[in-house]
C-alpha cells in the first residue's frame, strides 16, 4: 500500500491525503492521479471507492485524494476557492517529486468530481497544458451514455427532494489533448454507445471487447446513509462483479481511449480489486510527458 501522509496546503491550510511507494528513488519516473471525490462526499470515502492506493508500489503511483470544502454548497468542486486549492496540491506533488519525474498527469473523478474533471480540463488553462488523461469514474462521457430513467439519489420515504445547485454540464474540452476512461455501472445508463467521438478525434480503430474482469471479492464502500431505500442504479451492497471492457485501438500518439461498463453495478458500490487495478493498467499504459515538457 505505500506510504501514506497528511499533504497540508500552507496557503489555505486544508489536507489532502498523499500515497506514494515504500521504496521511491530520488529521480524515479511516478505516474500521478489527483482522485476527486462527489458531490455530498469526502476524500476518505473516494480513497475506498476508488482503492488505487493499494496499488501504488506495484505501478509506482503518486496519488493525491482532497476534499471539498464543507460549506455551502455542501462538499463540492464549485468554488474557486476548490480551483485553487486543487492547483495548490499539484504543485506540491510537482515539487515534493519533481516536475522531471512526472511521468503521466492523471485526473480521477467520482460523479461530479468527473464533472469537476471534464470542467477542468474544457475551460482551465493550467490543467490543459499538465494532464495526460482523465478517468471517469461515473463523471460523464465524452459522447454522452444515456442516464437510466429515474438514476439519481434515491429519496427517503415520506421526505421532499432536497434542493440541489444546478450544475451546468462542461463544454467538450476539444481544444485538450488527453487520454480518457469512462468507467460506469451497468444500472447507470441506458446503454454504452458503440462509438466515442473523442476515439473519432484521434483517429482510433473500432472499439475491441477485451477479456472481462471478474472479481470474487466486494469492493470496500457503499452508500450506508440511503442503503434501506436504495436502488440497483443508485447502488446496493458491494459485492463480486464481472466488467466489461472496451477499447478504441491505434489512436494518435498513443492516446488511451476506452469504456468499462460494471455489470450489475449501479453508483456507489466501491470498485473491486481487479477492475481497480485494469483501470490502473490502462492508465500507466498511456503516453505521458506534459508535466516534464513545460517549462522550467
Known amino acids: 500500500m505505500g506510504r501514506s501522509e497528511t499533504l497540508i496546503d500552507e496557503r489555505t491550510n486544508r489536507k489532502c491525503y498523499l500515497h506514494f511507494p515504500d521504496d521511491l528513488g530520488p529521480d524515479e519516473p511516478v505516474t500521478f492521479v489527483l482522485s476527486l471525490h462527489g458531490g ?8 475506498s471507492y476508488f482503492p488505487a492506493v493499494d496499488y501504488v508500489d506495484k505501478y509506482r503511483l503518486v496519488i493525491a485524494i482532497p476534499s471539498a470544502k464543507t460549506t455551502e454548497p455542501s462538499r463540492r468542486w464549485v468554488s474557486e476557492a476548490d480551483d485553487d486549492h486543487l492547483r495548490n496540491i499539484v504543485e506540491m506533488v510537482f515539487e515534493r517529486f519533481g516536475t ?3 511521468r503521466a498527469f492523471w485526473l480521477a473523478g467520482h460523479s461530479q468530481g468527473g464533472m469537476t474533471s471534464n470542467r477542468l480540463l474544457a ?3 493550467y490543467f490543459q497544458s499538465r494532464v495526460d488523461g482523465w ?4 463523471g460523464g462521457r465524452l459522447g454522452r451514455a444515456e442516464r437510466a430513467p429515474g438514476m439519481g439519489a434515491p429519496i427517503k420515504p415520506g421526505t421532499e427532494a432536497p434542493a440541489r445547485p444546478r450544475i ?14 469512462y468507467a460506469t455501472g451497468e444500472h447507470e445508463i441506458v446503454a ?10 484521434y483517429g ?9 474482469v471478474v472479481d470474487d471479492e466486494p469492493g470496500q464502500i457503499y452508500d450506508t446513509g440511503r442503503q434501506a431505500y436504495s436502488t440497483p442504479g443508485w447502488g446496493l451492497l458491494p459485492r463480486p462483479g464481472t466488467a466489461e471492457v472496451y477499447v478504441y485501438p491505434n489512436a494518435r500518439d498513443g492516446r488511451v481511449i476506452a469504456d468499462v461498463v460494471r455489470i450489475d453495478k449501479g453508483h456507489t458500490e466501491g470498485l473491486e480489486p481487479h477492475i481497480t487495478e485494469e483501470l490502473i493498467k490502462l492508465i500507466v499504459s498511456a503516453p505521458g510527458g506534459k508535466v516534464q515538457a513545460l517549462p522550467s
Do not use: H
Open 135 to 138: 478517468l471517469s469514474l461515473s
Open 123 to 125: 475551460t482551465d488553462d
Open 192 to 201: 454504452l454507445p458503440e462509438t466515442s467521438p473523442w476515439a473519432d478525434k
Open 100 to 102: 522531471k519525474n512526472i
Open 168 to 181: 451546468d454540464p462542461a463544454p467538450m474540452p476539444d481544444t485538450a489533448d488527453f487520454s480518457f476512461i
Open 204 to 212: 482510433a480503430g473500432p472499439r475491441e471487447r477485451r477479456p472481462d
Open 40 to 47: 455530498g462526499s469526502v476524500g476518505a470515502w473516494q480513497r
